[in-house]
């Protein structure tokens, strides 16, 4: 397991810097459309595509790593005024749905698989790539579920950024 969970780690390092990087691509994308807008009164052809591709591909990447380090959105209210043993049940309980609804995601992709021969009409990107981008967000989060399952800590793996 310490060997999975240093390769998540890593993981996680690179989507940190991948999703930096693609962040950057935006925001000097969505300047640039801007600047060539109020200038020339015509934007950049493409300029959507690869700004809707790059925010898939941010939001998925990041949502692996902040599941990893507990970053995620969550509502505790409920099982912070439960006692010890009733929260380690309600973290397996977590970490056993996030298996599970990964799992559906990755069949769904697959069943809809057949489906992806679109393209977007200007940089004709394939459909693909826009519906991979849940495998890696999901297979990592199930990874990370079945580390924590194993340790018996927390759902989300490790808390420092």
């Known amino acids: 397991m310490d060997t999975l ?3 998540l780690d890593l993981l996680c390092r690179l989507y940190l ?3 930096q990087l693609l962040l950057g691509l935006m925001v000097l ?3 640039s459309e801007v ?10 052809l493409g300029s959507g595509e690869i ?5 898939t591909w941010v939001v998925f990447l990041m949502a692996a790593v902040l599941y990893r380090r507990r970053r995620h959105i969550v509502v505790t209210a409920l099982v912070d005024v439960m006692p010890p043993k009733v929260r380690h049940v309600f973290d397996i309980v977590i970490n056993v749905s996030v298996v599970v609804l990964s799992g559906y995601v990755l069949l769904q992709l697959f069943n809809v698989w057949d489906f992806l021969g679109l393209t977007t009409p200007v940089f ?6 826009f519906k991979i981008a849940p495998v890696f967000c999901f297979v990592p989060m199930a990874l990370q579920s079945l580390v924590n ?3 018996g800590s927390s759902a989300g793996g490790v808390p420092e950024i």
Not at 35 to 44: D, T
Not at 51 to 55: D, H, N
């Open 35 to 44: 600047v060539m807008r109020y200038f020339l009164s015509r934007g950049i």
């Open 124 to 129: 004709k990107i394939p459909d693909t790539a």
């Open 29 to 31: 994308g969505v300047l």
């Open 149 to 151: 399952i194993v340790r």
């Open 17 to 19: 810097r991948i999703s």
């Open 5 to 7: 969970d240093k390769t």
């Open 51 to 55: 700004m809707r591709l790059a925010i």
